[in-house]
């Protein structure tokens, strides 16, 4: 059974980082695209970031770039995200997803597996 377990959220203050671990088992996806989505109260699930199988290839929401850094650990089935300069409007649920089987890479829909989330909140 996969399963996608994501940690590292909490509560920080504005302009401070965290950083969100996503430990994937029950399959290997180190040929696969992994990312994070993020869903904030009364809003729809929104694309923060993706990478592809071999760390190289990495793609960003507009309104995270130049704060936000992706990156994977093939040895682990892992991925990270490390967030920098947080904003209040960075407050969300953050999950994980796994093995993009959609065409559009910032497309729910499009990701086979999906972890439960982690909170993130950023205090004004």
């Known amino acids: 059974q996969v399963e996608l377990v994501e940690s590292g959220g909490g509560l920080v203050q504005a302009g401070g980082s965290l950083r969100l671990s996503c430990s994937a088992s029950?399959?290997?996806?180190?040929?696969?695209?992994m990312g994070w989505f993020r869903q904030a109260p009364g809003k729809e699930r929104e694309f923060v970031a993706r990478?592809?199988?071999?760390?190289?290839?990495?793609s960003y929401a507009d309104s995270v770039k130049g704060r936000f850094t992706i990156s994977r650990d093939n040895a682990q089935n892992t991925i990270y995200l490390q967030m920098n300069n947080l904003k209040p409007e960075d407050t969300a649920y953050y999950f994980c997803?796994?093995?993009?089987?959609?065409?559009?890479?910032?497309?729910?829909?499009?990701?086979?597996?999906w972890g439960r989330g982690t909170q993130v909140t950023v205090s004004s």
């Open positions: 997803v796994a093995l993009l089987t959609g065409r559009d890479l910032t497309v729910a829909s499009g990701y086979r597996y």
């Open positions: 029950g399959s290997d996806f180190s040929r696969d695209t």
């Open positions: 990478v592809d199988w071999s760390g190289n290839y990495k």
